[in-house]
C-alpha cells in the first residue's frame, strides 16, 4: 500500500509539474504579447510582471490542482493576475482572444477582477493588502450564514489569500489580525510568496522573522517552507549541514545578487565561504554550474513536493499561514535581479525561454505546445476533473421584498430618524429584517444602531452571557451575543470596518444567499478608510454605509470630528449613490430605495450623510416630493415662472435656507427654495446628458436642468451645505447662471451650533448677505 502511494503521490508531482511549467510559459507569453507583439498605438509601455508571476506558478499549481475544494475562494495577489487568467485559459474558461488583448480595452485585467474580467474572479486585487485582509472577513461572513442556517455546515469552504512578502507592510493586515482573533477565525489561508524583493528592494529580513511570533499569537498556525527536496537531499549528505547553515544566514540581498549571477558565481562564493569544511568541496565539485545553480535555489515555494505537503498537512479550521520561500523571476533569467518588478524578457531572452520550455513558433497559445498527443490529453483531462474544474458558481439570490417604511414623527434628527427606522424593522416580522446584518467600528451607540442590536443582538458563535443584565444593573445596552445576533461589532478600525462590509455585501454572489448589510460610522472618519472604501466598490458589493454626525453641524467635538468633504467623497466615488436628507420621512424614503436599490443588477452601494441637530419637519400636503427626493432634488418652496433667484441647500441647514427665503420673499417675489437630496445623482445626469452626445445616445434633459428651468436664464442661485461648496458651485454651469456658494473649507472649531453656523457663514444673514451681493 505505501509503495502504491507513493507512486500516486509521484505521479501527480509530476502532472503538477508540467502544470506548472506551462503556467509559466503561457503568463510570461502574455505579457511578451503585449509588450513585444502587439501593435502599440500610443508607444507606452504596456506592463506586466513576469517576474512576480514566475515565483508563484508553482504555488498556484499545486493550489489549484490539487488542494483547492469546491467551496474554497481565492485572493490572488495583483501581480500574479496572468497566472489566474493561465489557469483558467486551461479550463477552458478564458480565451485567447482575450489573453493576447490583456491590459487592452476590452482584455483581460492587470489585476484580477470580480467586475472587469471574464474569468471567475473570486476577489478583486490591486491595492495591496486589502485582497488579504478581505479573505477573513469572509471567512466570518462564512460562520454567520452557517449559524443563520443560509450555509450548511458540510459546504463551508476555506477563504485563501495569495500574498507577496510585501503585502506584510501593510497596516491592515494587521488590523484584520486583531479582529480575526476577536472573532475565532477559522477557515483561512494566507499564503506568502517570500521572494523577498518588493518593487524598490529586497524586503527587510530583520522583521520577517518576527512573523512567526505575531501571527501565532493571534491563533495561526506558521508553516514555512524554506527548502525544497533537493536542498533537503544535499543537506542530509556528509558536508550538507554546511550548506543549511550558509543559506539560513544568507542576506537576502546576496541570495538575489547569487540568483541573477548563476551557477559559476554561485560556486566562487560557497567555496570562499564554506570551501574549507568537511565535505563540503565534495558536494560543490559533484554539481556542474547548472545543477549547483538549482539546487541553490531550490525553496520550498517551488517544489511541489513540499507545497502538496504543506497544504495536505493543514486540512482544519485553524487559521494557517504558510511563509513560502520563492525566487523572484524563478525559471526566468531576470531570476534574482533587483531591477526585476516591473521588468520583462526581451524578445532575444524570449527566444532561449522559448526553446527551453520547448515551445515551437506560431504554438505559443497552445494549452500543451511542446507534449505529445497522450501527454496532452491526460493533462486536459487532469485539469477538467480537478476541483477547480468542476467548480460550480453560486446559483442567483433571490431578491429580498422591501416592505412599506413608515417616516418618524416628530421633530428630530436624521440621525434618530435612521434609528427609529432600524429599530421599528428590527422589531418586525419581515424578511428583510431578517436578513439585514449591521456593524459599525466601536459606534454602535453613538450612531443611533443601539435600539436594534438591543432586539436583533451581537453575532458571536458561541454565546455570552450579559453579566450587567444577570446582575440586574440598569443599562440601556441589552447586548445578548449568540449566533442568531445580526450586529457584528468591530474596533476601531474603520479599514476593518469597510472590508467587512465589503464581504457581507458580496454574499450573494459567494455563497448564494443574500445579506442587506448596514454599516455605520462618523462621517468624517469615512477618509480613514477610504482605500477600503473603493474596494468593496469596485468589487461591486452592495451595502448602506450610513455616515453620521456630520460637518460643523457637530459643534463641540471640534475640528478633527466635522467632515468638509464627505459630499465630494459620495459624488467622486463610482458604485456609491450619496444621498443626503433634511427631514425624516426623507430618511424613511431614502432607506428603502436603498434596501432595493442594493439589490438590483445595475443597483449599487448607498450613503446617508446624517447628522445629530434635531429640526422641525417639513408639512407634506401629499407625496409628489418623493420622486424627485429620490432623483436628487426637490423644490421645497416652487418658484415663480422667470423668476430671478433661487436658494440651493442641502442637509440639515435646511432651517436656515427657510428663514432666509422667508426674509427675501418680499424683495426677490418668486424666489424658489430648492432642497437638494443627492448632489451625487444631480451631477451624475447631467454628466450622463452632456456626454450623450459623443455617446450616440438620445440626450435627454437631465433632473437638475428640468429643476431649474422654471428659472429666468439670468437667474441667480445662493448654494449652500455643511460641506465643501464645491458639491453646489457646478449648478451655475448647468444653465450658465450665476452662483454664489456657502460651506465649509476649513478646518471647524469647538463651539456651539450658532457661533459656528455664523462664523463659517451657514447662517440665514449669510444667506441673504449673499442674495444681496448676487443682485448688487
Not at 493588502?129 to 452557517?146: E, H, K, M, N, P
Not at 407634506?620 to 426637490?634: F, H, I, N, P, V
Request: glycine share 10%; aromatic share 8%.
Amino acid at each position: 500500500m505505501t509503495d502504491t502511494m507513493t507512486h500516486e503521490r509521484q505521479d501527480l508531482i509530476t502532472t503538477l509539474e508540467q502544470i506548472n511549467q506551462r503556467l509559466l510559459w503561457l503568463s510570461s507569453w502574455t505579457i511578451h504579447n503585449a509588450n513585444h507583439i502587439r501593435e502599440k498605438r500610443d508607444g507606452l509601455k504596456v506592463g506586466g510582471h513576469q517576474a512576480s508571476c514566475a515565483s508563484m506558478t508553482a504555488i498556484m499549481a499545486a493550489l489549484y490542482f490539487h488542494a483547492l475544494g469546491p467551496n474554497d475562494k481565492v485572493s490572488v495577489k495583483p501581480h500574479a493576475g496572468p497566472v489566474l487568467h493561465a489557469i483558467h485559459y486551461l479550463l477552458d474558461q478564458q480565451t485567447r482572444e482575450t489573453l493576447e488583448k490583456y491590459r487592452g480595452l476590452g482584455g483581460a485585467q492587470s489585476y484580477p477582477s470580480r467586475t472587469k474580467d471574464t474569468i471567475p474572479v473570486d476577489f478583486s486585487t490591486g491595492s495591496v493588502g486589502l485582497g488579504v485582509a478581505v479573505t477573513a472577513f469572509t471567512s466570518l461572513v462564512q460562520d454567520y450564514l452557517i449559524a443563520h442556517g443560509q450555509v450548511q455546515p458540510e459546504n463551508a469552504g476555506r477563504m485563501i489569500a495569495l500574498m507577496g512578502d510585501a503585502e506584510l507592510d501593510e497596516g491592515n493586515i494587521y488590523e484584520c489580525l486583531i479582529e480575526g482573533y476577536k472573532h475565532d477565525l477559522r477557515n483561512c489561508w494566507w499564503v506568502v510568496d517570500y521572494n523577498r524583493q518588493s518593487l524598490d528592494s529586497t524586503t527587510a529580513e530583520r522583521m520577517f522573522r518576527r512573523f512567526d511570533d505575531i501571527f501565532e499569537t493571534c491563533g495561526w498556525r506558521v508553516i514555512t517552507l524554506k527548502h525544497g527536496r533537493l536542498q533537503r537531499e544535499l543537506f542530509a549528505k556528509p558536508g550538507g549541514r554546511a550548506f543549511e547553515q550558509w543559506i539560513d544566514t544568507c542576506s537576502n540581498a546576496d541570495f538575489a545578487v547569487l540568483t541573477y549571477q548563476g551557477g559559476a558565481a554561485w560556486r566562487a562564493r560557497l567555496i570562499a565561504d564554506i570551501g574549507g569544511k568537511r565535505g563540503v568541496r565534495a558536494l560543490i565539485d559533484g554539481m556542474d554550474d547548472d545543477t549547483l545553480a538549482k539546487v541553490m535555489t531550490n525553496l520550498g515555494g517551488h517544489c511541489l513536493e513540499s507545497l502538496v505537503e504543506a497544504f495536505d498537512s493543514a486540512q482544519d479550521e485553524r487559521p494557517t499561514m504558510f511563509i513560502a520561500y520563492t525566487v523572484k523571476g524563478h525559471g526566468l533569467p531576470l531570476a534574482g535581479h533587483k531591477d526585476n518588478h516591473s521588468g520583462m524578457m526581451s524578445p532575444t531572452q524570449m527566444e532561449t525561454f522559448r526553446a527551453r520550455q520547448n515551445v515551437p513558433h506560431g504554438a505559443e497559445w497552445d494549452k500543451w505546445a511542446g507534449l505529445g498527443d497522450n501527454q496532452a490529453k491526460a493533462l486536459q483531462d487532469f485539469v477538467t476533473h480537478s476541483p477547480i474544474g468542476r467548480k460550480q458558481q453560486a446559483a442567483a439570490a433571490p431578491t429580498i421584498p422591501v416592505p412599506e417604511i413608515p417616516a418618524p414623527a416628530g421633530a428630530e434628527s436624521t440621525q434618530a430618524a435612521f434609528g427609529r427606522v432600524m429599530h421599528d424593522l428590527a422589531k418586525s416580522n419581515t424578511e428583510l429584517a431578517d436578513r439585514l446584518v449591521t456593524t459599525a467600528p466601536d459606534v454602535t451607540q453613538t450612531t443611533n444602531l443601539g435600539a436594534f442590536v438591543n432586539q436583533r443582538g451581537l453575532f458571536r458563535r458561541q454565546e455570552c452571557d450579559d453579566v450587567f443584565l444577570r446582575a440586574k444593573i440598569p443599562s440601556t445596552q441589552k447586548w445578548l451575543q449568540h449566533a442568531a445576533g445580526q450586529h457584528i461589532e468591530l474596533g476601531i478600525a474603520e479599514n476593518n470596518f469597510f472590508l467587512l462590509l465589503t464581504s457581507l455585501g458580496l454574499s450573494a454572489g459567494h455563497f448564494g444567499t443574500r445579506l442587506i448589510p448596514v454599516g455605520t460610522v462618523y462621517d468624517p472618519f469615512i477618509a480613514r478608510g477610504l482605500d477600503a472604501l473603493n474596494y468593496g466598490c469596485y468589487s461591486d458589493s452592495r451595502f448602506l454605509l450610513v455616515g453620521t454626525p456630520s460637518g460643523i453641524t457637530l459643534a463641540a467635538e471640534g475640528g478633527a470630528h466635522q467632515s468638509i468633504n464627505t459630499p465630494l467623497i459620495g459624488m467622486g466615488q463610482p458604485g456609491l449613490a450619496s444621498y443626503e436628507p433634511a427631514y425624516a420621512d426623507e430618511v424613511a424614503l431614502m432607506m428603502a430605495h436603498a434596501f432595493d436599490w442594493m439589490q438590483r443588477p445595475d443597483g449599487s452601494s448607498v450613503y446617508l450623510r446624517l447628522s445629530t441637530r434635531s429640526i422641525d419637519q417639513e408639512p407634506r400636503a401629499d407625496t409628489t416630493w418623493q420622486s424627485g427626493a429620490l432623483a436628487g432634488g426637490y423644490w421645497l418652496r416652487e418658484p415663480a415662472p422667470g423668476a430671478t433667484a433661487a436658494i440651493v441647500f442641502t442637509g440639515v441647514v435646511a432651517p436656515e435656507a427657510l428663514e432666509a427665503w422667508t426674509a427675501l420673499a418680499d424683495d426677490l417675489p418668486g424666489i424658489g427654495l430648492l432642497n437638494v437630496t443627492s448632489p451625487d445623482l444631480l451631477h451624475r445626469g447631467w454628466s450622463t446628458r452632456t456626454s450623450a452626445r459623443w455617446t450616440n445616445d438620445t440626450p435627454t434633459p437631465s433632473h437638475i436642468e428640468t429643476l431649474l428651468s422654471p428659472l429666468a436664464p439670468d437667474a441667480g442661485l445662493i448654494t449652500v451645505l455643511d460641506g465643501s461648496p464645491a458639491a453646489l458651485s457646478w449648478l451655475g454651469g448647468v444653465r450658465g447662471q450665476r452662483v454664489i456658494p456657502l460651506g465649509t473649507d476649513r478646518f471647524g472649531q469647538t463651539g456651539n451650533l450658532f457661533d459656528l453656523y455664523k462664523t463659517y457663514r451657514l447662517d440665514a444673514e449669510a444667506i441673504i448677505d449673499a442674495a444681496a451681493e448676487l443682485f448688487l
